[in-house]
C-alpha cells in the first residue's frame, strides 16, 4: 500500500465516504480516529463510497493517544493551513502517514505545536478562502504523492 490517510476526528460522512473511495483508488490505508461527527453506518458515508466501502482497509483508533501510541515508529506529514512548507517539499515514500484534522478546526493546535518540521499545507491564492474542502485537500496530496512517487521510479 502506498499511503496511509488519516482523518483526525472526521465530521462530515460525506467527505470521508469520498476519501475512503479515494483510498481504495490510490492503493492507501484509510485511519480513522475517534470521535466521529457521524456513524458509520451513516447513509451518506455509504452513498459517497458507493459500492466500494466493503473493499477499503480502514482501521478505526478510540482516540489520537491511541493512534499515535500505535503508530509511534511510522513516518507521518501533517497538513495544516498553518503550516509554512508547501505540499510538494514532502518526501513522498510508501507506507508514509497523511495526517489530516476535521473540517471544522484541522489539527489540534499541540499536534500542530510539536510537529513543527513535518507540517505542510496547500497553498491558497485567495485571502476569502480559509481551507480546501478535506476530501478535496487529501486527493491533491495523494495524488502528488503517487505522481511523484511514478516520476521517481521512472527516473
Do not use: C, Q
Not at 490505508?29 to 475517534?34: T, Y
Not at 506529514?77 to 508514509?96: G, P, Q, T, W
Amino acid at each position: 500500500m502506498p499511503f496511509n490517510i488519516v482523518l483526525v476526528e472526521p465530521e462530515i460522512p460525506n467527505n470521508t465516504g469520498n476519501i475512503g473511495r479515494l483510498s481504495l483508488a490510490s492503493g492507501s490505508v484509510l485511519h480513522l480516529v475517534k470521535p466521529f461527527g457521524f456513524e458509520l453506518s451513516d447513509t451518506r458515508l455509504k452513498r459517497a463510497g458507493l459500492d466500494y466501502w466493503k473493499h477499503i482497509t480502514v482501521k478505526i483508533y478510540e482516540s489520537l493517544d491511541e493512534f499515535l501510541a500505535m503508530n509511534k515508529n511510522k513516518e507521518m506529514v501533517f497538513l495544516s493551513s498553518a503550516a509554512k512548507k508547501s505540499y510538494v517539499s514532502i518526501d513522498y515514500k510508501d507506507e508514509l502517514f497523511f495526517v489530516f484534522g476535521k473540517e471544522s478546526v484541522g489539527l489540534p493546535k499541540e499536534l500542530v505545536a510539536n510537529n513543527t518540521e513535518k507540517l505542510y499545507k496547500i497553498p491558497i491564492h485567495s485571502p476569502h478562502v480559509r481551507s480546501l474542502n478535506l476530501a478535496n485537500a487529501v486527493s491533491i496530496v495523494v495524488f502528488e504523492g503517487l505522481r511523484s512517487m511514478a516520476v521517481s521510479e521512472n527516473g
